[in-house]
Nanobody, 124 residues
Framework: QVQLVESGGGLVHTGGSLRLSCTASGTISRINTMAWYRQAPGDQRELVANVTSGGSANYADSVKGRATISRDNAKNTLSLEMNKLKPEDTSVYYC??????????????????WGKGTLVTVST
């Protein structure tokens, strides 16, 4: 089992910046892709950005140029920095991790984990 705990949410004014953090703990074999998703009330959960264990990152068009995702593999942490925040960035932000385990026979299998989320509110 892996626990993902997010922090850094809160109230931010339009045009402001924030930094979200996520720490993974528990039984961790290998973390592959980590990501930030968000979900606004009444909307589906959407990908904000993801990053592979090698550091390759992808961003949603809505945040491209305003967000930077990073991870520390040694510390099992994930961060998201966003600037020029807009009211439409208001959402609950969730940390996600794809973890690989190995069976007793050495066969790999993946398990996806989610944090409980942290609320970001961007005021006008």
């Amino acid at each position: 089992q892996v626990q993902l705990v997010e922090s850094g949410g809160g109230l931010v004014h339009t045009g402001g910046s924030l930094r979200l953090s996520c720490t993974a703990s528990g039984t961790i074999s290998r973390i592959n892709t980590m990501a930030w998703y968000r979900q606004a009330p009444g909307d589906q959960r959407e990908l904000v950005a993801n990053v592979t264990s090698g550091g390759s990152a992808n961003y949603a068009d809505s945040v491209k140029g305003r967000a930077t995702i990073s991870r520390d593999n040694a510390k099992n942490t994930l961060s998201l920095e966003m600037n020029k925040l807009k009211p439409e960035d208001t959402s609950v932000y969730y940390c996600y991790a794809d973890v690989t385990y190995y069976s007793d026979y050495g066969n790999p299998y993946g398990v996806n984990y989610w944090g409980k989320g942290t609320l970001v509110t961007v005021s006008t």
